[in-house]
């Protein structure tokens, strides 16, 4: 597992592949109560930027102009960012950008 250091906290990497890095932060403040986690992301294409929180509108931002914009338009509207597939718990939006599958497609 991947750990990221930026601004005093600790990013664990869940996953990625060519387009993205997803990242877990989890709040330890309500520890005894309940953890919060909360994902975040950075695209593989830019390595200078900051992480970002995976939400809807980051996401949908992000990916203006580009050939994967109609696809997360697409799956935003039926899944939420941090969706999980039941049966291999790998994230759903990592399968979304795969990059193989636009390729073909664009053939």
Excluded: C
């Excluded at 930026?6 to 990625?16: C, D, I, L, T, W």
């Excluded at 877990?24 to 695209?43: F, G």
């Amino acid at each position: 597992m991947k750990l990221l250091l930026q601004n005093g906290r600790e990013y664990h990497n869940v996953g990625s592949n060519e387009e993205i890095e997803l990242y877990l932060w989890v709040d330890l403040w309500y520890a005894k109560l309940i953890p919060k986690n909360y994902m975040y992301y950075k695209l593989q294409g830019n390595p200078s930027r900051k992480l970002q929180k995976l939400t809807k509108n980051n996401l949908r931002n992000d990916f203006i102009g580009t050939p994967f914009e109609n696809k997360i338009s697409v799956f935003l509207a039926q899944h939420h960012p941090s969706g999980r597939d039941r049966k291999t718990r790998g994230y759903k939006i990592l399968k979304v950008l795969n990059v193989d599958d636009l390729s073909q497609r664009m053939e």
